[in-house]
């Protein structure tokens, strides 16, 4: 299947998903591709929030404005509307099991499946901004 869309999915939609939709959407412009790009959580306590302080200060330190983003819950319409889901650790991904979506973990791709660390708890967002532009490129190479 031809994917034209991706949606990048972690459990609060304020740290690490909104990070992972900023940078691919830049990737993605830089290489002309045409795909689209959202991001949700599994949850939505922060639903309309702003991304968190951290990723909108990496973000920005790396040239994205990520100040627009609001939080979003993952709904049935994303489901029958994407292509391909990519989480960013196990509990995202048994979370959304039951729903057979087309979906991998963003470290499938050159982390050997490992978590993207969370920010909003103990992850350096730094290590965090760095492992998701590196699965992210590796991705497209993979898939496109
Ligand atoms: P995210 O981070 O899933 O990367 O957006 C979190 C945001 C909120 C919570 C946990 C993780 N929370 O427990 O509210």
Redesign the pocket.
Known sequence: MKIKSIMFV?????????LAEAIAKNIISELNLDIKIASA?T?G??QNEMA?EQ?IKTAKKHGIDLTKHR?QKLTQKHIKEYDLFIV?DKT?YRDLKKYKLNMKILGDFGFDGKA?P????TGNIELVFDMIERAIKNMLAELF
Do not use: Q
């Open positions: 972690c459990l609060g939609n304020i740290c690490r998903s909104p959580g949850v306590y922060h968190c990723s939080a960013m995202n993207v969370d920010p909003y708890f």
